[in-house]
């Protein structure tokens, strides 16, 4: 009769044991995700005080970096390259600033970007990018925006001493 209860005790311990095992199982995989994402909040964080560190000291407010439009890149590649790793492209807005100074007659937007297209074939906005860059030239005053019927055209806003003449 001892061995009986012996055995029941036994297969007790083995049941708590895998018990316990599954549970820690289960915490391990739970501590894995956290750190994970713990991880890429670093890695952004990590993005956000260099480009804090980038623009320290600059007058102006500082203008948001160009982000590629075509595909997202992996947060693998984008720590390993660095900002400090990539070649400086210039920023959208000073390229669509420069494509405008190319013509005497407002433009659209997709005129626009086709240009850029043409002219820069790396880089790849959409038209909403175009279009969004663009007004937000027109807040600064660096382009002036004409309503034409249904459309809205852009082009380079002339500098104050071209004004007074």
């Not at 391990?28 to 670093?42: D, F, H, R, S, V």
């Not at 279009?131 to 925006?145: D, F, I, P």
């Given at each position: 009769?001892?061995?009986?209860?012996?055995?029941?005790?036994?297969?007790?311990?083995?049941?708590?044991?895998?018990?316990?095992?599954?549970?820690?199982?289960?915490?391990?995989?739970?501590?894995?995700?956290?750190?994970?994402?713990?991880?890429e909040?670093?890695?952004l964080?990590?993005?956000?005080?260099?480009?804090?560190?980038?623009?320290?000291?600059?007058?102006?407010?500082p203008?948001?970096?160009?982000?590629?439009?075509?595909?997202?890149?992996?947060?693998?590649?984008?720590?390993?390259?660095?900002?400090?790793?990539?070649?400086?492209?210039?920023?959208?807005?000073?390229?669509?600033?420069?494509?405008l100074?190319?013509?005497?007659?407002?433009?659209?937007?997709?005129?626009?970007?086709?240009?850029?297209?043409?002219?820069?074939?790396?880089?790849?906005?959409?038209?909403?990018?175009?279009?969004?860059?663009?007004?937000?030239?027109?807040?600064?005053?660096?382009?002036?925006?004409?309503?034409?019927?249904?459309?809205?055209?852009?082009a380079?806003?002339?500098?104050?001493?071209?004004?007074?003449?």
């Amino acid at each position: 009769m001892t061995s009986q209860p012996a055995a029941t005790l036994g297969s007790r311990y083995v049941e708590q044991a895998v018990s316990d095992l599954e549970r820690n199982r289960q915490i391990q995989l739970q501590l894995a995700e956290q750190i994970t994402m713990l991880k890429e909040e670093e890695a952004l964080l990590q993005d956000i005080l260099q480009l804090a560190e980038r623009y320290d000291g600059l007058s102006d407010p500082p203008k948001l970096p160009e982000q590629p439009q075509d595909s997202p890149v992996p947060r693998s590649t984008r720590r390993a390259a660095g900002v400090k790793g990539k070649s400086r492209q210039p920023l959208l807005g000073d390229v669509l600033l420069a494509l405008l100074a190319g013509h005497d007659e407002p433009r659209q937007a997709k005129e626009v970007r086709k240009e850029l297209l043409q002219k820069h074939p790396d880089r790849n906005p959409t038209p909403q990018v175009v279009r969004n860059t663009l007004e937000s030239l027109v807040a600064k005053g660096h382009v002036k925006r004409h309503r034409e019927h249904h459309s809205v055209k852009y082009a380079l806003a002339k500098a104050p001493e071209d004004q007074r003449q």
